[in-house]
């Protein structure tokens, strides 16, 4: 598959006027290159100029290093999640390269994926206890936590409305899971075994079925589809239980592979899988098979995970993640290749009542709890990298945008 360049870009010279981006990267013949798909990808290359200064040996070179730091993003699977995996550190791509008797002294380094944006704050700050829930319409639904106060925020409004208080307080272990229709049920939490089903057309709340334990620090639920919610206990336990929505009743099934605790958290991504963070200040990360009724443990997370921790998945890509523990940290986890790359850090310290929840066109909306109003949207952008190349005094520094094969020219800084 061909890559494809595409022009978006701010172009800048800071050491002269009239700086131009050439009209082909290889409108001279480049002398003994490496690697012929190289080649074939650095002929479909074009970037659009304008001026007429002539070109020169030593800028064709540094454009060419440029070229060849994406061809390696794109092509080389090693070199990229190198890259990737440490956001803000230069790796230079090899093996070195010589054109037109210049050999080009380059690098790339990833830019954390993301854009943070603060949205109306909540009315109230928001403590342990809080969580999210998107209705996949305009609406996302929230416990404020150390309360029993229930509001829906707006997605086109940017506005919060107050709802039915729930029947007890929320407290830590709280959580929410839409089941689509009418319906949103939720873990009390604070050590207690109540579970509430609310209402969206009577704004009313239902008590349901209790759990068959007490739900502490770390209790999540997640929705499966059809009749099912799973809810983790937390409260330093590993019991992972089921509950069935027409029955309204519950079932235990598989424990977790270690107790779950302040952190925990669960996140549906279609399919067989629930994913699971253990919290508890550990790195533990758990994958459990709903066919299969067990447990496997995945890639660590980079950090340790404590309160509040949360997931929220991207359909089609990836999970994001709160490490919580009062830090800024936030994951992505690629399913596939079963790593965790870091993103870009949420604006404030992220603490207890911490929850995301994905809501579509590439948005994820987020409480930073911490007892703080704050409320966050979090754009999920295509990886950028900034690449730089030198030949002899001629430098570029570029950024560069990579969809899939789609590359888009942001900046293309001449020095």
Not at 58 to 84: C, F, H, K, M, P
Not at 294 to 302: F, R
Not at 403 to 408: A, L, Q, S
Request: glycine share 12%; charged share 15%; hydrophobic share 40%.
């Amino acid at each position: 598959m061909i890559a494809r360049l595409r022009r978006s870009c701010e172009v800048r010279r800071s050491s002269e006027a009239g700086g131009t981006l050439p009209a082909s990267l290889w409108a001279l013949a480049v002398g003994a290159m490496v690697m012929a798909p190289f080649l074939a990808y650095l002929s479909t290359s074009l970037l659009a100029g304008s001026g007429g200064r002539e070109t020169s040996l030593e800028r064709y070179a540094a454009e060419a290093g440029v070229d060849y730091s994406i061809w390696n993003l794109l092509y080389d699977t090693a070199y990229r999640l190198q890259v990737d995996l440490a956001p803000g550190t230069p790796y230079t791509p090899g093996p070195a390269i010589t054109v037109n008797g210049l050999s080009p002294t380059m690098s790339a380094q990833a830019i954390p994926i993301g854009i943070w944006t603060a949205m109306t704050s909540h009315p109230a700050n928001v403590a342990a206890g809080g969580a999210l829930s998107y209705d996949f319409g305009d609406y996302i639904y929230a416990l404020r936590g150390g309360s029993t106060q229930f509001r829906r925020y707006s997605i086109s409004g940017d506005s919060w409305t107050s709802l039915a208080i729930t029947p007890a307080s929320i407290g830590t272990g709280g959580a929410l899971a839409y089941v689509g229709g009418d319906y949103i049920f939720a873990l009390r939490g604070g050590t207690s075994r109540a579970f509430y089903r609310y209402s969206i057309s009577g704004n009313s709340w239902s008590t349901m079925t209790q759990t068959p334990a007490n739900i502490g620090a770390g209790g999540a639920l997640a929705f499966v589809g059809a009749d099912y919610i799973f809810a983790l206990r937390g409260a330093n336990q590993r019991q992972l239980y089921r509950y069935s929505i027409s029955g309204n009743s519950w079932s235990s099934m598989a424990l977790t592979p270690a107790a779950v605790g302040a952190g925990g958290a669960l996140e549906f991504t279609g399919g067989d899988y629930i994913y699971a963070l253990r919290g508890s200040t550990t790195t533990n990360f758990y994958r459990y098979s709903i066919s299969g009724d067990s447990w496997s443990s995945l890639a660590s997370t980079l950090a340790t995970v404590a309160a509040d921790g949360s997931l929220t998945f991207q359909p089609g890509g990836d999970i994001f993640a709160f490490r919580g523990n009062n830090t800024t940290t936030v994951w992505h986890y690629r399913i596939a290749e079963d790593i965790w790359i870091p993103a870009a850090v949420a604006p404030a310290t992220v603490g207890a009542g911490g929850a995301m929840t994905y809501t579509g066109s590439n948005f994820i909306y987020a409480f930073r709890g911490n007892s703080q109003p704050n409320f966050w949207r979090f754009e999920i952008t295509p990886p950028r990298f900034d690449i730089t190349s030198q030949a002899g005094a001629f430098g570029i520094d570029a950024r560069v945008e990579i969809d899939g094969t789609d590359v888009t020219v942001l900046i293309w800084d001449i020095n």
